[in-house]
């Protein structure tokens, strides 16, 4: 089991930045794939960014690429999310998730999940 802990969501304006935190505990944090995901009211869930065991290697949907950055510290077990230059459109609850062998966007694939943390983006 892992247990995952979602924080650092809030309130911003249209062009501020955030950091979202995701911290780990349970079975060996850095044996996961990271990925972060989002769901705004009346949406699906759906994939922002991912990150490999490592951090050798991250991903991001086409929304988000050129204004977020996944990272990942695994002596500390948590994993980032830089959030910059943001949009009224990236109002949603963000879940951290953690796969142990898959590395992609599909959320079904993904083991664990984070309660989520709120953000909203005011115009």
């Known amino acids: 089991q892992v247990q995952l802990v979602d924080s650092g969501g809030g309130l911003v304006q249209a062009g501020g930045s955030l950091r979202l935190s995701c911290a780990a505990s349970?079975?060996?944090?850095?044996?996961?794939?990271m990925g972060w995901f989002r769901q705004a009211p009346g949406k699906e869930r759906e994939f922002v960014a991912a990150i490999r065991r490592s951090g050798s290697d991250t991903y991001y949907a086409d929304s988000v690429k050129g204004r977020f950055t996944i990272s990942r510290d695994n002596a500390q077990n948590t994993v980032y999310l830089q959030m910059n230059s943001l949009k009224p459109e990236d109002t949603a609850v963000y879940y951290c998730?953690?796969?142990?062998?898959?590395?992609?966007?599909?959320?079904?694939?993904?083991?664990?999940w984070g309660q989520g943390t709120q953000v909203t983006v005011s115009s």
């Open positions: 349970g079975r060996t944090f850095s044996n996961f794939n």
């Open positions: 998730a953690a796969a142990r062998f898959y590395y992609g966007v599909a959320k079904n694939q993904y083991n664990y």
